[in-house]
């Protein structure tokens, strides 16, 4: 059993930035797959960025996000920048202990492990 543990998210205005965390339980972190997705209001959880042995990112985030991990620490991040109101949501960290194909590791059906979640709002 994984626990995951969001932190970091909070009100920026727009073309600010952040960093999120999400820390990890488990002693065989290196070998999980591990993504980043959001949720607004009325929408579908929505994939942001994952990473495995690279990192795959949605496209309209590439250029702005950067996804990263350190498997001392059992963590991963994600940093924010040039944020825009549009990137308001709950953000969630994912773990899959698989390595998984870019279509497949885009789909939170995929995934067996879930954090709580972390609000992000980027005012205008």
């Known amino acids: 059993q994984v626990q995951l543990v969001e932190s970091g998210g909070g009100l920026v205005q727009a073309g600010g930035s952040l960093r999120l965390s999400c820390a990890a339980s488990?002693?065989?972190?290196?070998?999980?797959?591990m993504g980043w997705f959001r949720q607004a209001p009325g929408k579908e959880r929505e994939f942001v960025a994952a990473i495995n042995y690279r990192t795959y990112y949605a496209d309209s985030v590439k250029g702005r996000f950067t996804i990263s991990r350190d498997n001392a620490k059992n963590t991963v991040y994600l940093q924010m920048n040039s944020l825009k109101p549009e990137d308001t949501a709950v953000y969630y960290c994912a773990a899959r202990k698989s390595l998984g194909q870019i279509g497949i590791l885009r789909t939170p059906e995929w995934y067996d492990y879930w954090g709580q979640g972390t609000q992000v709002t980027v005012s205008s």
């Open positions: 488990g002693s065989t972190f290196s070998t999980y797959t």
